[in-house]
């Protein structure tokens, strides 16, 4: 038990910290409390000095105050939507977690059949398909698969699920170079190679032997991949029209919103901490099993 | 393989020559504006069209790929080595440092590096050279994305560790500094390496991205990332096929890295460092 | 008067000086063939910012803008077409011969959304808030600069008396977007439209608003339609593609490109180009005296011979033809072609002269040999940066044309696009910019109500904002002018104040004006009645009577 406690302490340290830089990069980041009224020609001078007024900007009580709110379940209200953030986070997670995990779950199960087959079983016709469809996907700009998306599924049946065959195609290629570099590592292991010359059969050599050796970066490569998942659900979403959290993380950046980036900030370190703690976890559960 | 190879050499050493030598090669400038051609179509004197404002194609291609094939692989070089020290030192020492390392890759992957890239735009001087303002904006980019890969080759080095022959070298009395150098880090060539490949799409597309909020290369400067950008632009493409050089020439290019670095997996690094041990 | 984020965007609002020329020359557009309106249905399309607030008062802001036009009930309605005051909720109004008095007398029976009814009480109770400088009201503020003091008294239940104390040019413009609120429920509005769902950063709902007092044969209540969805949607390629596939069925700004591309998918019946728009793309420098540039740059951008070398370096023409593909016209002043009755006769935009360019730099001792880059006095060589938008493809493009026709003059123009926020705070707050790239998007058409550009003191005078004594002598005369003009109810001579502004600002070029774009608009064949202006907004300003054709079943 002591490791997940350890585990757990280090992991809320890290959140605080990820919280304090992510104020102290939105507070200083240029443009961060201005507001496009301010070049109204119809607003008075006063009218514009009182636009310019800003509340307290020191970075270290404002992540203070924030947080004792936050303790107390008030997470604030949005600045640029005008909606507290606790509706907006409910109202949208949903959408993002359903599309995240189904994309997930599909660049996964393709990139590991690919990789299995092209290196388990050293099916070169596979691993051609797996690394063009890599490159030409890491060519694109995410921005641009979007587009694409969107103008192909858009009014038919798959509309709903482009954000979800967005990320799919964003983390694949991650996942299948990565999977490819790894299962390739492993099948040329002394004992793989042995076992192949003793005549055992390619199946059980690549559940026996290789598959064990690959596993613990494959485990961390799956924490990995929900961190790329969220990434490439902002501009996925943005571009897709789709009102998840991506698509509100846009807004919130690019209006400088502090009270709503805050959360997304701390909610991404979370996520990203516990995918890999957990990896660790069952890397470390497997090292005591051995 | 052996004549994709030789195919994947050759058009990496074609672009890259075309690129060196673009202020002998291009047709013209590439900022040079011919007015009374906007939108041309490929002909003798523009082999690739020109831009909306009459530039030419072909040599604003030339003059990016130089930009993007210098800088893109440096940002790709940095991040790789501080993502292998990072990841190499947390799983080689282990305990406190690893924990230590790891929140601090974590915490790089989470933190919305965004809002540092538009506070450099705001403090560097307005008047930078564009190849500046692009080359501050690549090592950036190098000096933050490194997290991803510092994780992967992190449980590369746990998986070495845990390898046979790591136990047969220990067995052999190989130890310390020796061990690291004789075993571990010739089994991390490949791990790291494809690290490095990984990136270099990357950091090429980021830039790319980038453009958008004014972060990227400047007017009237070309990279592959605002000539990409060109692309969004979709509706235009069918009827002018010749804009998708860029992207056809990225899609080559990645291709070839990907076909000239380790042709086949399957030849271990483990047996030749034992053997070499 | 605002800044254009982009180098299009949706404007929402007009007031206008009863002396504008009309253009009534285009019928009603019915949808696909005519005949009888149809009820019922949902308009959609899109806005493309969030609301900032749904008090209509503050509306400061596109998006916040195009709802209170939608919902919003105005004592007098201005026809955007016929560019001429209509009755709205005053039934009838007269001016006192000396400007100082107007009687408003009120249409009896109309009801707010809520069924309570509509008195001179609200009248009286959304000037009073409106004005109140506590508030903040762009409205208001404007209405106070341009009326002063006034007094409302409520001489019935249906009429309402102001009495200012000096004449005021233009009363009936500066109410005419003024939405009438309750004095009870801050919710009710008198608008064809009320607010039925919000969501944020995704769309705004609009219901019919029941008890909207407008009626056509059979005392049957508008508006046509059942209401109205606006998407709120930044990415303008989304936008297109949603109109193209029927998604949307207008589009208030669209550019060149989605122009021809709607034109030839869906015919030249689907688009409609309006002629020059309130908008103006301009260059100006940074002239503030204590901003964070070399001293040396600021004795350049103070400099009347080096702005108006400037000037005559441009070609005008290349941008309208190359950026956007001949739909601009190219400008001569803040006055936007389309504002033809307050535009100076006779101003021309600066002519290209390259060598009245050199002659004005070698009068400042600027020198350069041919083909070299251009030095100062001192020898300095003569290079500076222009902040800019980023992300827009026009304004991307005119950059890169302006950045090559100063070095054919041997200056080295630096361009730097920068995302909206950091832009902002560089042009109205901390002033460290050296020249800036940006669109203005004229609101109003009397230019008294955005007299604040003009103003020395105003935080809104781009070049040198808040001065507290004029800087230079024609700053000086330009404020004169101003307070001239407000003080008179003679057009006339308002007029000539505004023409000599114009001739000041062309003489001594603080700011470039480059293009004015064409107002440019998509419209779907599905929407009937539509009359598009070049007043904004330029589709849905009727919306009460716009209806939607329904889909054919295949």
């Keep these: ?290 | ?277 | 008067m605002r800044f254009a984020r982009t180098s299009f965007v949706l404007i929402c609002t007009a007031a206008l000086a009863g002396a504008a020329a009309a253009t009534d020359h285009a019928p009603l557009r019915a949808g696909g063939g005519g005949g009888e309106p149809v009820w019922g249905g949902e308009l959609r399309f899109a806005i493309h910012a969030e609301p900032k607030t749904w008090d209509p008062l503050l509306a400061a802001d596109d998006a916040t803008d195009a709802i209170r036009v939608l919902t919003g009930g105005y004592l007098v309605r201005l026809n955007r077409k016929t560019q001429k005051h209509e009755a709205g909720l005053a039934e009838s109004w007269k001016i006192s011969p000396d400007g100082r008095k107007i009687e408003f007398l009120l249409r009896s029976g109309v009801q707010f959304s809520d069924g309570t009814p509509f008195k001179a009480d609200d009248v009286a109770y959304t000037l009073k808030r409106a004005i109140d400088p506590n508030l903040h009201a762009p409205i208001g503020d404007s209405i106070r600069a341009t009326a002063g003091d006034f007094a409302i008294a409520i001489a019935a239940l249906n009429r309402i008396i102001l009495t200012f104390a000096a004449p005021v040019a233009n009363p009936i413009g500066m109410l005419d977007s003024l939405p009438i609120v309750s004095s009870h429920n801050d919710k009710a509005v008198l608008g064809p439209f009320e607010l039925a769902e919000y969501k944020p950063g995704a769309y705004v709902l609009l219901k019919r608003n029941p008890y909207y007092w407008r009626t056509v044969a059979q005392g049957r209540r508008l508006p046509y339609l059942d209401g109205i969805r606006l998407d709120i949607q930044t990415n303008r390629d989304i936008e297109l593609q949603r109109f193209r596939k029927g998604e949307f069925q207008l589009m208030e700004a669209i550019d060149a490109d989605s122009l021809n591309r709607i034109t030839s998918e869906m015919g030249a019946a689907a688009v409609e180009d309006l002629g020059p728009a309130f908008e103006n793309e301009m260059f100006w420098f940074n002239e503030k005296p204590d901003a964070p540039i070399p001293a040396y740059k600021k004795d350049w951008f103070q400099s009347r011979n080096f702005r108006r070398a400037i000037a005559e370096s441009i070609h005008l023409d290349d941008i309208v033809r190359l950026a956007y593909q001949g739909r601009a016209t190219a400008a001569a002043g803040i006055i936007s072609k389309a504002n033809q009755f307050w535009m100076k006769q006779g101003l021309a935009p600066h002519a290209f002269n390259l060598a009245s360019a050199r002659k004005r730099l070698a009068q400042d001792g600027f020198h350069s040999l041919e083909g070299q880059p251009l030095t100062d006095r001192a020898g300095h060589l003569v290079e500076f940066s222009v902040v800019t938008t980023s992300g827009g493809k026009t304004r991307t493009r005119i950059a890169a044309l302006l950045q090559d026709d100063l070095a054919k003059i041997g200056i080295k123009l630096n361009i730097v696009p920068l995302d909206f926020p950091s832009m902002l705070e560089r042009i109205a707050r901390t002033a460290n910019y050296e020249s800036a790239l940006l669109g203005l998007v004229g609101e109003d058409v009397d230019p008294a109500g955005e007299a604040n550009v003009w103003l020395s003191g105003a935080p809104q005078h781009m070049w040198n904002p808040g001065q507290k004594q004029p800087a230079t002598a024609w700053e000086a005369e330009i404020d004169k002018l101003i307070a001239a003009q407000a003080a008179t109810a003679d057009q006339k001579k308002r007029k000539a104040a505004f023409d000599r502004i114009q001739q000041i600002i062309w003489d001594e070029a603080p700011v470039i004006h480059l293009v004015n774009r064409n107002a440019l608009v998509a419209i779907s064949p599905r929407l009937g009645n539509s009359q598009a202006a070049v007043l904004n907004p330029h589709v849905f300003w009727n919306a009460d009577v716009l209806y939607l054709i329904p889909e054919k079943k295949p």
């Design chain 1, 1 to 290: 038990m002591r490791p997940l406690a350890k585990g757990s302490l280090r992991i809320i340290a890290t959140l605080l910290i990820a919280g304090f830089c992510g104020v102290l990069l939105v507070r200083y980041s240029p443009g961060f409390g201005t507001d496009e009224r301010e070049l109204n020609a119809h607003l008075s001078g006063e009218s514009i000095s009182a636009l310019r007024v800003a509340a307290d900007t020191n970075p270290a009580r404002m992540y203070w105050s924030w947080l004792r709110a936050a303790a107390h379940g008030n997470f604030g209200e949005s600045e640029s939507l005008n909606t507290p953030v606790a509706t907006l986070l409910s109202d949208r997670f949903p959408l993002t977690l359903r599309s995240s995990l189904a994309g997930l779950l599909t660049a996964w199960v393709a990139a590991l059949l690919l990789a299995t087959i092209s290196r388990g079983f050293g099916r070169r016709v596979a691993d051609w398909t797996g690394t063009a469809l890599t490159e030409v996907l890491l060519a694109s700009p995410a921005g641009l698969i979007a587009v694409l998306l969107f103008l192909f599924l858009d009014g038919s049946s798959l509309a709903a699920a482009a954000p979800a065959i967005g990320i799919a195609l964003a983390v694949f290629p991650h996942l299948y170079r990565n999977q490819r570099q790894l299962l390739g590592e492993a099948a040329g292991r002394p004992h793989v190679l042995s076992a192949h010359a003793r005549g055992i059969r390619p199946l059980r050599v690549f559940l026996r032997e290789i598959l064990p050796g690959a596993m613990p970066p494959l485990v961390a490569l799956a924490g990995t991949s929900v961190t790329l998942a969220l990434g490439a659900a902002i501009p996925i979403e943005t571009i897709c029209d789709s009102p998840g959290i991506g698509q509100l993380a846009w807004k919130a950046a690019t209006s400088r919103d502090l009270e709503l980036l805050l959360p997304l900030i701390l909610a991404v370190t979370a996520v990203t901490l516990i995918a890999n703690f957990a990896a660790d976890l069952v890397i470390g559960d497997r090292k005591v099993a051995a």
């Design chain 2, 1 to 277: 393989m052996k004549i994709l190879r030789v195919l994947a050499w050759t058009i990496l050493t074609v672009t890259a020559a075309a690129a060196l030598s673009a202020p002998l090669i291009a047709p013209a400038p590439y900022e040079k504006q011919f007015r009374e051609f906007p939108d041309a179509a490929p002909s003798r004197q523009f082999p690739l069209g020109t831009d909306e404002l009459g530039r030419d194609r072909l040599s604003r291609l030339l003059y990016g790929t130089r930009i993007s094939l210098l800088l893109a692989p440096s940002a790709a070089l940095l991040a790789t080595l501080i993502a292998a020290a990072a990841g190499i030192a947390a799983g080689v020492f282990g305990g406190r440092v690893e924990q230590l390392i790891l929140s601090i890759v974590d915490l790089v992957a989470s933190l919305p590096w965004l809002f540092l890239l538009i506070a450099v735009r705001a403090v560097m001087p307005l008047n930078v050279s564009g190849y500046t303002s692009v080359a501050v904006t690549f090592l950036l980019l190098g000096a933050l994305g490194w997290a991803g890969a510092a994780r992967v080759i992190r449980s590369a080095v746990l998986s070495v560790k845990e390898s046979g022959f790591m136990i047969e070298a220990r067995a052999l009395g190989i130890r310390g500094l020796r061990l690291f150098v004789t075993q571990l880090l010739p089994n991390l060539r490949a791990p790291v390496l494809a690290q490095f490949w990984l990136s270099i799409p990357l950091f090429l597309l980021a830039e790319a991205n980038l453009g958008v909020l004014g972060l990227g290369v400047s007017e009237p400067l070309p990279s592959w990332g605002n000539l990409l950008l060109d692309l969004v632009n979709h509706h235009e493409i069918a009827d002018q096929p010749w804009r998708l050089a860029p992207a056809v020439l990225l899609v080559m290019v990645l291709l070839s890295l990907q076909a000239v670095q380790n042709p086949d997996g399957r030849r271990g690094n483990g047996r030749r460092a034992l053997a070499e041990a």
